[in-house]
């Protein structure tokens, strides 16, 4: 398959860009100003069936600008984005972005950070070059064997929506008046696979996924396709149980939500608003002395690894909660300055947004192997209870804590997986579910940004028939 | 609420300005649409289309009683689709001009390897047959001074109303987008689609104990109409009385029991329960739960079901849809019985059917899918007051936060965000948000009440699916369903 492609901007192009919107902010009146342009190039395929049934490719630009006004007693802001890079429209963009800023409030917090700034940008590892070069046709042929591995598993597997192949490469410049300028380049590839298994009247979906900076990190495209299978026929028969109280173990696809849940309550903005449970508990026990949470930009490869942070701040690694103890907030320029602390290098940054929180690489940390806690032992430990495979809907309250999410998963009986479950709630508080933790996993397989080993809640309350 | 009104004629101003903002600015005419369409026929295939957007979003928002932040966003490019039986190839600029567009349609008809000889194209206008929202001022063009003044103004009310309000965050979002569709088969239509919203969340804290209480509200007109205190300090108050309310709340019960919603947003039932499982790529498919069922009772007697897309001023209302489709009130269900799903042009033409204006797409970075506009169940004519003395021992559930559906399974979610008990045919005490679980295929045939009460929602619905947000609106009248699962914690 051919294809016309525009050329990519160099990377000298876009340092360019971005020093002649810092200097067209200035000169607009800004005091302060940091620019962002990130420029990527994506493909996507899907396969269903013997079929592609879709091929998509992209390239995109975006610039983002801050703006930094002095007034009375602190400063005025404004963010503006544009995908027009031109240097007539960047400076349009510079006037507009001043002339927004003045119209807003005064805000005595607002600004850059004060130095500390990266001086050196690390290796990564957040592509390989010879990814660059990846065909189409190779991706296409990934997503074919993935769906051929899941169609031909089993016969009760008839259809699919589909399996997707997707490879990103992107160029990220920061910039800013303090005189910070970096880049770096990172890719992402991923591969899933999401088939449909029937037996009579009943008819049930699931998915498997990888995904890396690196092709050579994905798992095999027809593992993928067999493990998605699996997952799907392993649905069929599905019921609900009795509401009940009951041990509950969140499999390694299902029990990261809980650990971005209770990362989202530790950003530094959800306790100056005191809108988090978590508000006042800094240096307390938040959860059982097993847990132990640590986010790492640094991680070599790392889905979720950067080397300077949305202001040009060095990254590192945070524990947030070591043996059960809450260490720290996460934390950008702001909200570290509203809580009187020093950023983390936590501020993640779009081109058209400001700086907030975001997570890096975050994970919870196994249990050593001597634990013996593998998936199968945990199952095998459990008198009555629910594994859960599958978590829909949005039921978590960050300023209470409360949870109450649906779920789908396997009954567990002396040890044995009984049947599978669907159309049940599970409930608690977020709070309470981190302090009964009473087993956790020895196995971490990062499947994203956030990973975690299963993790079993002493209990839960199951809505159900 | 009353059904669509269109006016024939008017649709020619709004499709006319969109068109001639495309030609001076960006010198686009149907002569060089129709050659970045050849472009894409010059191989072998069945259909093209180009997807040319412009889009201003302004953003401004308040918090700890400053408005700290103006945003301003600009959103541009052209979208490139070569479709050749079920097979689609996509690609999209972030540059408009004829020379970005025909690129594209060489990297869009890679999908097909022979070239042909093709008739050239002949764009022929496209009439939408309504204008459901021309404003007079874009409400990108309201000084960014104005809604300042405005927040602080919902800043003073909020915290004026009670000592516990201890946090008022509020913004202001506004977006004007111009959109131009092109086909091969000739289509060829512009629209101009105004968006507003304001949205208000505080923070209520006695003693340790704090909630928060959130309302938005906001839809296709002009932002003066959102101004209007009489109606923005109806918003406040709800949020207000909201988190007030939370403060009280008690534990909710969890298990299956008979569920009275109240009128409006607990529509998003619909939504999740069938409106998904009712879009054509699933159902051409059959990977959704209702494959197969059309014709058949999916729900109790008396339930009727439409998605209407031609509702003046609505969040999800649109003239014509992304693919130039004009936009069209689809009964779904009618009277218990499956009658019609929602079609983009792709999973109408095989599926043999008519494309049914529900072809929608979050931007031009983005290809078209079946999609949702205004999703309803009819009135019926029970007192909302004697649905609620029916239940004897149950939940009333009157505001929700966000949903979700497994398609294929058919089990749906949506979590309260405000509900009560019901004692004895009587509201009991607010009860904490829980979420619903239901299956979507049989939950309506458990309707045993509709109330006469229909309301749409206050237009803040966005819907995702495969990655793409795209503005929507439900609407319900106060019914009751027997046999809901409730996820609450006390057993």
């Given amino acids: 398959m051919s294809n016309a492609r525009r050329d990519t901007t160099s990377a000298a192009e876009m340092e360019a860009i971005v020093t002649h919107a810092i200097e067209a902010t200035r000169r607009a009146g800004a005091s302060q100003v940091d620019v962002l342009v990130v420029e990527g190039d994506d493909r996507e395929v899907r396969v269903r069936g013997d079929e592609i049934e879709f091929v998509k490719q992209a390239q995109g630009r975006g610039l983002g600008i801050r703006a930094l006004v002095d007034a009375k007693q602190g400063r005025q802001t404004s963010i503006v984005s544009t995908s027009d890079l031109a240097r007539d429209a960047v400076d349009r963009m510079a006037e507009e972005a001043v002339a927004l800023a003045r119209a807003t409030a005064s805000d005595p917090t607002a600004g850059l950070p004060e130095g500390g700034f990266a001086t050196e940008i690390p290796d990564l590892e957040l592509f390989d070059p010879q990814d660059r070069n990846v065909t189409l046709e190779a991706r296409i042929e990934d997503a074919k064997r993935a769906e051929r591995a899941a169609r031909s598993f089993d016969p009760r597997i008839d259809n699919s929506e589909g399996s997707q192949a997707s490879s990103g490469h992107a160029r990220v410049v920061y910039g800013n008046s303090e005189g910070f300028l970096g880049a770096y380049e990172s890719a992402s590839h991923g591969l899933f696979s999401e088939p449909l298994a029937r037996d009579g009247d009943s008819m049930q979906r699931d998915y498997w996924m990888t995904s890396g900076r690196k092709l050579a990190d994905l798992e095999d495209a027809a593992a993928v396709g067999r493990k998605a299978a699996e997952r799907a026929i392993r649905r069929l028969g599905g019921k609900r149980v009795p509401t009940c109280e009951v041990p509950v173990i969140f499999d390694a696809m299902t029990a990261p939500s809980l650990i971005g849940q209770l990362a989202s309550c530790v950003s530094g903005y959800s306790i100056y608003r005191e809108s988090s449970f978590l508000a006042g508990k800094l240096g307390e026990m938040i959860a059982d002395a097993s847990v132990t949470i640590i986010d790492d930009a640094l991680l070599p490869g790392g889905l979720g690894s950067k080397p300077f942070d949305g202001e040009g701040q060095p990254t590192r690694r945070n524990v947030l909660v070591e043996n059960g103890r809450l260490q720290t907030w996460l934390l950008d320029t702001y909200a570290g300055r509203k809580l009187g602390m020093a950023s983390t290098g936590s501020a993640a940054r779009g081109t058209g947004s400001a700086p907030r929180v975001g997570t890096t690489n975050l994970w919870l940390e196994p249990s050593d192997a001597s634990s013996g806690a593998t998936l199968e032992a945990m199952i095998a430990e459990l008198d009555r209870g629910l594994l859960v495979t599958e978590l829909i809907g949005m039921g978590f309250n960050p300023t209470t804590g409360d949870y109450s999410r649906g779920a789908a998963g396997l009954w567990i009986e002396k040890g044995e997986i009984v049947h599978p479950v669907e159309e049940i709630t599970i409930a608690g508080n977020l709070g309470d579910m981190f302090g009964q933790i009473d087993r956790i996993g020895s196995e971490l397989i990062r499947y994203g940004r956030t990973a975690s080993p299963p993790v079993r809640i002493a209990r839960m309350t199951i809505a159900g028939a | ?491």
């Fill in chain 2, 1 to 491: 609420m009353s059904a669509s009104d269109s006016s024939s004629g008017r649709d020619a101003a709004t499709s006319e300005r969109a068109l001639s903002f495309f030609r001076d600015r960006f010198d686009l005419n149907d002569s060089s649409l129709a050659t970045a369409l050849d472009t894409a026929l010059e191989r072998q295939v069945d259909y093209a289309d180009l997807y040319f957007e412009y889009t201003t979003t302004d953003s401004v928002s308040l918090e700890e009683g400053l408005v700290k932040s103006g945003d301003r966003h600009l959103e541009q490019g052209v979208g490139v689709r070569a479709i050749r039986g079920e097979r689609q190839g996509y690609a999209h600029s972030d540059d408009i001009s004829l020379e970005s567009a025909r690129l594209a349609a060489g990297t869009a008809r890679a999908i097909a390897d022979e070239t042909r000889p093709h008739a050239p194209v002949e764009i022929t206008p496209t009439r939408a047959g309504h204008d459901l929202y021309a404003v007079a001022t874009a409400p990108t063009d309201v000084p960014v001074a104005t809604k300042v003044d405005w927040l602080n103004e919902i800043d003073s009310y909020a915290r004026s109303r009670d000592p516990r309000i201890s946090q008022v965050m509020a913004s202001i979002v506004c977006q004007h987008k111009h959109v131009l569709v092109a086909a091969s088969d000739g289509t060829r239509v512009a629209d101009v689609l105004p968006l507003v919203r304001m949205n208000v969340q505080v923070l209520a804290a006695d003693g340790s104990r704090r909630e928060v209480g959130y309302q938005g509200a906001g839809g296709r007109y002009e932002l003066e109409q959102l101004r209007d205190p009489a109606r923005w300090k109806k918003l406040v108050d709800e949020a207000v009385r909201i988190a007030l309310l939370n403060l009280e709340a008690e534990a909710c019960p969890a298990g299956a029991m008979d569920v009275v919603l109240g009128p409006g947003w607990p529509g998003i039932l619909l939504h999740e329960a069938i409106g998904h499982g009712l879009e054509g790529d699933f159902n051409r498919k059959k990977t959704s739960a209702f494959s197969d069922k059309m014709g058949q009772r999916v729900a109790a007697e008396g339930v009727t079901v439409v998605d209407d897309g031609t509702i003046p001023g609505r969040r999800g209302s649109i003239n014509v849809d992304d693919e130039g489709t004009p936009s069209r009130r689809n009964v779904l269900i009618e009277n218990g019985v499956l009658v019609g799903y929602m079609q983009d042009r792709l999973n109408a033409e095989l599926m043999g059917v008519e494309p049914t204006g529900n072809g929608r797409r979050e931007s031009y970075a983005h290809m078209p899918l079946p999609r949702m506009t205004n999703t309803f169940m009819l009135a019926g004519e029970e007192d909302p007051e004697e649905i609620l003395k029916s239940v004897d021992n149950g939940l009333y559930a009157v505001s929700f936060g966000g949903g979700q559906v497994d398609i294929t399974s058919g089990k749906f979610v949506f979590s309260a965000s405000e509900a009560y008990r019901i004692e004895g045919g009587r509201i009991g005490a607010p009860v904490k948000g829980a979420t619903l679980i239901g299956n979507g295929p049989d939950v309506l045939t458990r309707v045993t009440a509709i109330g006469h009460d229909l309301a749409l929602d206050e237009g803040v619905g966005t819907c995702g699916k495969d990655g793409q947000g795209v503005p929507v609106g439900v609407g319900l009248p106060t019914i009751r369903v027997n046999d809901l699962t409730v996820g609450g914690t006390e057993g």
